[in-house]
């Protein structure tokens, strides 16, 4: 990664000095260490912020214009504020201008910037990478523009420029970890009431480990659209038949799911029990995390793994050979997939001594079983959003 003196001399290179406000800011991606596919069913997740990020600078400018440079990309591109229409070519830019538009359409009254910006977070991952670039534009005008906004505020300004702008129907957790993040802490946020509360996990003897199987999540939409609906047809039939209010399935428990599995498709009943048990090992990964039993949090992973392979069937075999794989290597006390699916990364926990010795044993192997070689990136929880 350039260091930040780097960072401003690309930027001078790009840009003459405008003699007003300036400054550089981060933000970070982030990885979901249980709780998958509950979002949208308005339960619970539980992720942590990583130490890679995406890097910004920017001045303001005199006049209307946005000018935007992607260091990865080698590509400058320069648009008007009241011009912000979609971009099909440079896809990047849509998450910068729709940050924009949310500025704008909350009534602040935004100058022109230049921007320069670099990341580190694997694209395809399912690391949020996107949620990252919004997230430290979002940081960035406001920072410019002395825009006074709680990180709450923030967070769900990011979400709506992805839905509205970029078009992805996204939940609230990767918008709120980039910019809630914090050092030695986990998040766990309630996705009905917006609410987020820290979990401590900072025992100096474990490590969380992140491994990407380098398959591209191609299914993922179509695939994600299904289950969405696959809850949503569940949650009618609850409605009709429960007597409480049921507005999504973290409304319902185990034992009226069982009562209806007669009435649900085999395929719905499945679907159901992966999130309602999900929302459950959230719920405990919390509790154990806060009593520092990392062997309990590590079975939970690999309960919420087997969930998503076989209730959910949102995994792949790369991802259940990665899994696999860590299971069998010593001081490793649970793995499991992370993300929509499909592909992406898994997500390990195991004892810090034997981290090397981990990383060097997958690698070979899983580049043996699958012909692939993964990535592999160690990752204490980090700090979100912030000025550099």
Same mark, same amino acid.
């Given at each position: 990664?350039? &260091?930040?003196?780097?960072?401003?001399?690309?930027?001078?290179?790009?840009?003459?000095?405008?003699?007003?406000?300036?400054?550089? %800011?981060?933000?970070?991606?982030?990885?979901?260490?249980?709780?998958?596919?509950?979002?949208?069913?308005?339960?619970?997740?539980?992720?942590?912020?990583?130490?890679?990020?995406?890097?910004?600078?920017?001045?303001?400018?005199?006049?209307?214009?946005?000018?935007?440079?992607?260091?990865?990309?080698?590509?400058?591109?320069?648009?008007?504020?009241?011009?912000?229409?979609?971009?099909?070519?440079?896809?990047?830019?849509?998450?910068?201008?729709?940050?924009?538009?949310?500025?704008?359409?909350?009534?602040?009254?935004?100058?022109?910037?230049?921007?320069?910006?670099?990341? !580190?977070?694997?694209?395809?991952?399912?690391?949020?990478?996107?949620?990252?670039?919004?997230?430290?534009?979002?940081?960035?005008?406001?920072?410019?523009?002395?825009?006074?906004?709680?990180?709450?505020?923030?967070?769900?300004?990011?979400?709506?420029?992805? &839905?509205?702008?970029?078009?992805?129907?996204?939940?609230?957790?990767?918008?709120?970890?980039?910019?809630?993040?914090?050092?030695?802490?986990?998040?766990?946020?309630?996705?009905?009431?917006?609410?987020?509360?820290?979990?401590?996990?900072?025992?100096?003897?474990?490590?969380?480990?992140?491994?990407?199987?380098?398959?591209?999540?191609?299914?993922?939409?179509?695939?994600?659209?299904?289950?969405? !609906?696959? +809850?949503?047809?569940?949650?009618?039939? %609850?409605?009709?038949?429960?007597?409480?209010?049921?507005?999504?399935?973290?409304?319902?428990?185990?034992?009226?799911?069982?009562?209806?599995?007669?009435?649900?498709?085999?395929?719905?009943?499945? &679907? +159901?029990?992966?999130?309602?048990?999900?929302?459950?090992?959230?719920?405990?990964?919390?509790?154990?995390?806060?009593?520092?039993? %990392?062997?309990?949090?590590?079975?939970?992973?690999?309960?919420?793994?087997?969930?998503?392979?076989?209730?959910?069937?949102?995994? +792949?075999?790369?991802?259940?050979?990665?899994?696999?794989?860590?299971?069998?290597?010593?001081?490793?006390?649970?793995?499991?997939?992370?993300?929509?699916? %499909?592909?992406? +990364?898994?997500?390990?926990?195991?004892?810090?001594?034997?981290?090397?010795?981990?990383?060097?044993?997958?690698?070979?192997?899983?580049?043996?079983?699958?012909?692939?070689?993964?990535?592999?990136?160690?990752?204490?929880?980090?700090?979100?959003?912030?000025?550099?």
């Amino acid at each position: 990664m350039h &260091r930040i003196e780097e960072l401003w001399s690309i930027y001078q290179n790009k840009f003459a000095d405008t003699g007003l406000k300036k400054g550089a %800011f981060s933000a970070p991606g982030r990885v979901n260490l249980i709780g998958e596919h509950t979002d949208y069913n308005e339960g619970f997740v539980l992720p942590m912020a990583i130490n890679k990020g995406i890097f910004m600078l920017g001045q303001l400018r005199k006049d209307r214009m946005v000018k935007v440079y992607s260091i990865d990309y080698d590509h400058l591109l320069t648009f008007q504020l009241e011009e912000l229409t979609f971009d099909q070519e440079n896809i990047w830019v849509n998450y910068i201008k729709g940050i924009i538009a949310q500025y704008r359409k909350s009534g602040y009254d935004l100058t022109g910037v230049n921007i320069v910006f670099t990341g !580190n977070i694997p694209q395809g991952a399912g690391l949020s990478s996107s949620a990252a670039l919004e997230v430290v534009t979002a940081y960035l005008l406001a920072s410019l523009h002395e825009i006074k906004m709680s990180a709450v505020e923030m967070a769900l300004l990011c979400q709506r420029a992805e &839905r509205e702008f970029v078009g992805v129907n996204c939940g609230i957790m990767d918008q709120y970890i980039a910019v809630m993040g914090q050092a030695d802490h986990a998040l766990m946020i309630d996705c009905r009431s917006n609410q987020a509360q820290p979990v401590p996990l900072s025992d100096q003897g474990y490590s969380i480990v992140i491994c990407n199987s380098k398959v591209k999540r191609e299914l993922v939409d179509s695939a994600y659209n299904q289950r969405r !609906n696959e +809850c949503f047809q569940a949650v009618t039939y %609850f409605q009709q038949k429960l007597k409480g209010p049921v507005k999504a399935l973290r409304d319902v428990n185990l034992v009226e799911l069982q009562a209806a599995a007669a009435d649900l498709t085999e395929q719905v009943f499945r &679907r +159901c029990r992966h999130v309602i048990t999900e929302n459950e090992r959230v719920l405990q990964a919390v509790t154990a995390l806060r009593a520092n039993d %990392f062997p309990e949090f590590g079975q939970l992973m690999i309960a919420s793994h087997l969930s998503l392979r076989d209730d959910y069937e949102v995994s +792949c075999r790369e991802l259940d050979c990665l899994v696999e794989l860590a299971l069998e290597k010593k001081g490793v006390l649970g793995a499991r997939m992370t993300g929509a699916g %499909f592909g992406g +990364c898994t997500v390990n926990l195991l004892k810090e001594n034997r981290v090397e010795a981990f990383v060097k044993q997958i690698k070979a192997e899983y580049q043996e079983k699958t012909g692939l070689v993964p990535e592999i990136y160690c990752s204490a929880p980090s700090n979100g959003a912030g000025k550099l």
